[in-house]
């Protein structure tokens, strides 16, 4: 487990721009179950989650016209038992952290992984975002 002290900086940058942290299992489940639409970033202490994932999904929601009604995060590697309800979610993408879903009505319709963010400018991870938030939200 990560030391707290670490972690709440990292937390702090997406639960401070109206994210929700959910740190328990039952948390997700409520969170999964609202209507609307929901954005859910599974936070990691990593570099491409401070150097792109957390900054890229922040410009995505400044500069959107639309966004989802819902903003929550876990993290990997601190609150474990939320983040692995929040994988079975994710299902059937394998766990990835940082990562990024887009659920519907509780349905996951997009998602980020990793792969699809390691490497990407923010510029690069809004784009994309803005255009799910176009088409879903």
Known sequence: MY????????KEEL?????EDLTSPEQVEEALGR??????????????????ARPGVLTALQLAEKGPDHKITVFAGFD????DKMRQH??????????????????????FERHDLEGQSVSSIASDLMAVFDQYC
Do not use: R, W
């Open 80 to 83: 474990y038992e939320a983040t």
């Open 35 to 52: 209507k609307g639409t929901t954005l859910a970033v599974v936070n990691s202490v990593c570099g491409c989650a401070a150097g792109s």
């Open 3 to 10: 030391p707290e002290q670490l972690v709440i900086p990292m």
């Open 15 to 19: 639960t401070d721009n109206g994210f």
């Open 90 to 111: 994710l299902m059937p993408y394998p766990p990835s952290s940082p990562s990024i879903g887009l659920f519907k009505d509780g349905q996951l319709v997009h998602f």
